[in-house]
């Protein structure tokens, strides 16, 4: 039983390049998020998904998208980033809404 | 949507110090969780805590809803310890169920 799952764990962009966070959770959990941490800002949701099949955007979604592939998957992307972008994220998943939330170990991100 | 102070920012201890950490939280919530993030950037549940106390080992925690707020009380401090400590509330005047985090308090244990 892995838990929450995030890959890659580094990544080093160029501003303009694209690229996917991969997340998969193996607990059965309807409910998966995308939040970034930055220094003195606390997490900050980017986007969720309540279900499969469904997403919606958080407090800070602009220059992400995101795609609930499956149940277990929720993969976050950057279609051109940029330096505001340099954050380390994390995927999170619960059971439902009221439950305990899990977290994914972090992913590093650099934008140059 | 809801706003989550905690307070304070920054704590030294020397190892086997006790402590408390709060939350005020500005609506009221049905769930309130508290995370250890280690030196490492691990995120680990501590309490999910929407009223009442509950113990686990060395720590303990307490949420007042009526008066928004939750305290976590960490006894005879160990290095280990050391970390940031994240309150974290639901924002149901956005989207609902989905935990709006304060910024922390970082604690650093001394040996």
């Known amino acids: 039983n892995a838990g929450v799952t995030q890959t890659p764990k580094f990544q080093v962009l160029k501003t303009g390049q694209s690229m996917t966070l991969q997340c998969a959770q193996d607990?059965?959990?309807?409910?998966m998020y995308w939040y970034r941490q930055d220094p003195g800002m606390g997490l900050r949701l980017i986007y969720y998904?309540?279900?499969?099949?469904?997403?919606d955007k958080g407090e800070v979604p602009n220059g992400y998208n995101v795609s609930r592939l499956n149940k277990r998957e929720f993969s976050l992307r950057l279609e051109s980033a940029a330096p505001s972008q340099t954050s380390v994220y994390f995927c999170a998943s619960r059971i439902s809404s009221g439950n305990t939330i899990y977290f994914g170990e972090g992913s590093w991100l650099t934008v140059v | 949507g809801i706003q989550v102070e905690q307070s304070p920012p920054d704590l030294i201890l020397q190892e086997g110090a006790n402590s408390t950490l709060r939350c005020n939280f500005s609506?009221?919530?049905?769930?309130l969780q508290w995370f250890h993030q280690n030196p490492w950037g691990q995120l680990i549940n501590l309490f999910y805590?929407?009223?009442g106390t509950k113990q686990n080992g060395r720590l303990s925690a307490t949420t007042v809803a009526t008066e928004r707020y939750s305290l976590l009380y960490i006894s005879s401090s160990q290095t280990t310890d050391s970390g940031v400590y994240f309150c974290?509330?639901?924002?149901?005047?956005?989207?609902?169920?989905?935990?709006?985090f304060g910024k922390g308090t970082k604690l650093s244990v001394k040996p």
């Open positions: 998904s309540a279900s499969e099949g469904t997403t």
């Open positions: 974290a509330a639901p924002n149901y005047g956005g989207s609902q169920g989905n935990l709006i």
């Open positions: 805590i929407p009223s």
């Open positions: 607990m059965n959990h309807n409910s």
């Open positions: 609506d009221s919530v049905n769930n």
